[in-house]
């Protein structure tokens, strides 16, 4: 994986005559270190209808400096990006452009902006002599990547451009405070915040390439969602369907539903880089936003046709069943860990957990190289592919323009009734596996029920939020027992391992027997937490 470096900055231009202040004693500020100029070079990649920029995302190639190489800079939050490096190759590196396969499909990266960069950096020491801050003043020069020699001559018929840039980067341990105190030292000299989030976006701004004539990523993250559309998808709402239409009532039925499938679909898809890098909770995140879509397409069928959402829905199960492999091995994993540790010491017989670290370990065993190749195969990328066409064509059905709260109500108390069978049905059936099995269907129509009330809050209001959150109490008692399930038979493996190595399988029987009294206790106490959940009043309060 390509080396990272987090970025956290702030931006501001200036004119050619403004002086930069000196900033020693702000703040902790000591002293400011002259650290050089540097003549930077870079070339800047995207598709030729600017996915990566309308996603706030850079792609170089830069020579010159103390960084050369190829550089991907992914948005974190506002002001924070993370940056991985590659070495310098001819062409863009593998191991950077999947990370950006998500936005960029099959398409191709191409040059799009050339910089030219005279930067000289200042360091902002503090007493001791410790960074705290590199400020970089850049002379920047701009033009199109194809066909231009020089900044100010027309590269494919397009002007170049110039601007004077000024980055304040946090080097040590500075933080927040350390930025505003010199952001205000830089406006009071006559600096201006930055009118572009990046070199990139005022490049392409500046030599007229951007997408719409603006910076690319100015724009809100609903509107320049998707390869910065969406708009198509207002049309189709609004093509014979009537949805997306506003009455007196306020938003349709096709409004908020696909608001809310948009939603979920930009957690996929913003969601893949760091899936790729295996960063904390990203498979679990990327998991539960392809079950909340796959959930919306069958609880709104009325609004969305099942006809077409219906072969979606089977991919995304199946994605979801990809990125469960690591998950729930994970989980899993803890559980029984945690079990052991709660044991005494008189009670943990023989190397058990060396045997659990050990079955973990082989379970574990390529199932990262199987998640990656899923994310890098052709499946995979129909997928997406499929994920994009279902927002730029929406397949609304008639009453996606009706009024959303009769409809949303509507979906969520279909779903309240599919779940109260399955509830019934498990709480009569016998006890074992016949019962472990209907409890584990009525997890689910929880878990649908739940996903159809979050989807119907902006319809609805604090009755879906409730209704929501009573589900979810129901779906996470199931939940448990489930998971007490899954541990039961992990621990039945792990106790035949180890007496067939003849270290005894003593304390994983123990484990089995409060594992099965944990599934007894959330049985018993099913009956309480329906009836509290499923009172008439709080479906009667989503009637609109």
């Known amino acids: ?199 990139l976006a005022r490049a392409l701004a500046e030599t007229g390439q951007s997408r719409d004539g603006v910076a690319p990523h100015t724009a809100g993250p609903d509107e320049r969602l998707i390869h910065g559309s969406g708009e198509a998808a207002a049309r189709a709402k609004v093509r014979g369907k009537g949805a997306g239409k506003r009455g007196k009532k306020g938003p349709t039925a096709g409004d908020v539903v696909l608001r809310y499938a948009r939603e979920q679909v930009r957690v996929i898809i913003e969601l893949d880089p760091a899936v790729r890098r295996d960063l904390p909770d990203a498979v679990h995140r990327m998991r539960v936003a392809t079950r909340r879509l796959r959930s919306a397409f069958r609880s709104y069928t009325k609004v969305l046709d099942r006809a077409a959402t219906q072969p979606v829905g089977v991919e995304l199960k199946w994605l979801a069943a990809e990125l469960g492999v690591e998950r729930d091995r994970e989980v899993l994993t803890e559980r029984l860990r945690e079990g052991l540790a709660e044991l005494p010491g008189t009670l943990r017989l023989g190397p058990v957990d060396a045997r659990l670290r050990i079955w973990s370990e082989r379970r574990r065993a390529g199932a990262r190289d199987r998640l990656l190749d899923v994310l890098d195969g052709p499946r995979y990328l129909a997928l997406l592919k499929t994920l994009y066409a279902f927002l730029e064509e929406p397949p609304l059905r008639r009453a996606a323009g009706r009024p959303a709260p009769e409809v949303a109500a509507g979906a969520v108390l279909k779903d309240y009734r599919r779940l109260a069978r399955r509830t019934e049905a498990a709480l009569a059936a016998p006890s074992g596996r016949e019962r472990d099995e209907a409890l584990h269907g009525a997890r689910k129509a929880a878990k649908r029920t739940r996903y159809a009330a979050e989807a119907a809050r902006p319809a609805l209001g604090r009755p879906a939020k409730k209704f929501a959150k009573r589900t979810k109490r129901v779906q996470q008692l199931l939940g448990d027992h489930q998971d007490s399930v899954v541990a039961r038979g992990a621990l039945r493996e792990l106790a035949t391992q180890a007496q067939r190595a003849g270290e005894g399988g003593f304390t994983f029987g123990l484990l089995y027997g409060r594992e099965e009294a944990l599934a007894a206790d959330r049985e018993r106490a099913l009956p309480d937490v329906w009836r509290k959940a499923s009172r008439r009043k709080h479906r009667a309060a989503l009637r609109p």
């Open 1 to 199: 994986m390509a080396d990272t470096v987090r970025e956290i900055e702030r931006k501001y231009e200036a004119d050619d005559d403004t002086r930069l202040p000196d900033l020693a004693g702000i703040d902790r500020v000591a002293a400011v270190a002259e650290a050089g100029t540097e003549d930077l070079d870079a070339v800047y990649y995207d598709t030729a209808d600017q996915r990566l920029a309308a996603a706030g995302i850079t792609l170089r190639r830069r020579t010159g400096g103390r960084d050369a190489g190829w550089h991907l800079k992914l948005p974190v939050a506002p002001g924070v990006r993370d940056e991985l490096r590659a070495p310098l190759s001819e062409t863009p590196p593998p191991e950077l452009t999947a990370l950006v396969r998500s936005r960029v499909l099959d398409g191709e990266l191409v040059p799009v902006v050339r910089l030219r960069t005279r930067r000289t950096v200042r360091v902002l020491k503090d007493a001791a002599g410790t960074p705290l801050a590199e400020v970089a003043e850049d002379a920047v020069r701009a033009w199109p990547a194809a066909g231009a020699v020089d900044a100010g001559t027309a590269g494919a018929g397009r002007p170049g451009a110039r601007w004077r840039e000024i980055e304040v980067e946090l080097v040590g341990d500075g933080g927040a405070g350390l930025l505003d105190e010199v952001g205000r030292a830089l406006t009071a000299a006559g600096v201006r915040p930055a009118s572009a989030a990046s070199k």
